[in-house]
């Protein structure tokens, strides 16, 4: 039993490496089951979680959004498209040390942070609604 976990989890890693999209659970289910017909969705879901555990894949909240999973685990910046809703890799240096610029954090101990830009995907730009 332990074996066939094993494997499911390398192939989800693969999965998420594979789209390299910050595709959101269900969107690697998808793609999954195209490959993998017998495998459930709490499987695939499980997984993920158990990758986002093992520092493997990382876990991103997008602001109204599903949570995307990010073969990318390093800190980084995103954009998020308001029309098609994919998530993309800014180009754009980590400032660990902005915490430091709040005046005031009312008591609150800050364990990282998040920023993600809003707007439209070349796809989208210039696309009639
Ligand atoms: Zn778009
Ligand atoms: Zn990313």
Do not use: W
């Not at 495998?39 to 949570?67: F, H, W």
Request: with cysteine; net charge positive; charged share 30%.
């Amino acid at each position: 039993m332990i074996r066939r976990n094993t494997i499911q989890r390398n192939l989800v890693l693969k999965a998420v490496r594979q789209l390299a999209c910050h595709a959101t659970a269900e969107e690697i289910y998808v793609e999954f089951a195209k490959v993998h017909l017998n495998i459930s969705r709490g499987t695939v879901y499980r997984n993920l979680l158990r990758l986002c555990e093992a520092g493997e894949i990382r876990k991103r909240q997008m602001p109204d959004g599903a949570d995307r999973f990010d073969h990318i685990c390093s800190d980084h910046y995103h954009a998020m498209c308001a029309r098609c809703g994919k998530v993309f890799d800014v180009d754009m240096e980590y400032m660990s040390d902005i915490e430091k610029l709040v005046k005031d954090a009312h008591g609150f101990t800050f364990t990282g942070h998040d920023i993600v830009f809003k707007g439209l995907c070349p796809d989208c730009t210039g696309k009639p609604r």
